[in-house]
Nanobody, 124 residues
Framework: QVQLVESGGGLVQAGGSLRLSCAASGRTFSRLTMGWFRQAPGKEREFVATIAWSVGTTYYADSVKGRFSISRDNAKNTVFLQMNSLKPEDAAVYYC?????????????????WGQGTQVTVSS
């Protein structure tokens, strides 16, 4: 079993930045592929970014490419999502997820563990 706890959400003005963190416990973090998803009110939960454990490969949703960056610190069992140039449409609850897969995963159903989410609000 893996426990995931997100932090770092909050209110930011459009154009600003936030850094989300997700602390993992319960399993060898270095062998988990990690991902970030988000869900806005009335919308489906959507993929944002992922980072594989095996070779550190990263993938991003087109909507965040060039603005968001995912990284991991295996020594601290933590994955980060640096979000720059935030837009009002980035506002959502952001969820951290972990998958028992060696490669990057963009599909929600492929993830085995989920955090409780952290709210990101972007004012225009």
């Amino acid at each position: 079993q893996v426990q995931l706890v997100e932090s770092g959400g909050g209110l930011v003005q459009a154009g600003g930045s936030l850094r989300l963190s997700c602390a993992a416990s319960g399993r060898t973090f270095s062998r988990l592929t990690m991902g970030w998803f988000r869900q806005a009110p009335g919308k489906e939960r959507e993929f944002v970014a992922t980072i594989a454990w095996s070779v550190g490969t990263t993938y991003y949703a087109d909507s965040v490419k060039g603005r968001f960056s995912i990284s991991r610190d295996n020594a601290k069992n933590t994955v980060f999502l640096q979000m720059n140039s935030l837009k009002p449409e980035d506002a959502a609850v952001y969820y951290c997820a972990a998958a028992n897969r060696p490669f990057a995963v963009t599909i929600k159903s492929e993830y085995d563990y989920w955090g409780q989410g952290t709210q990101v609000t972007v004012s225009s």
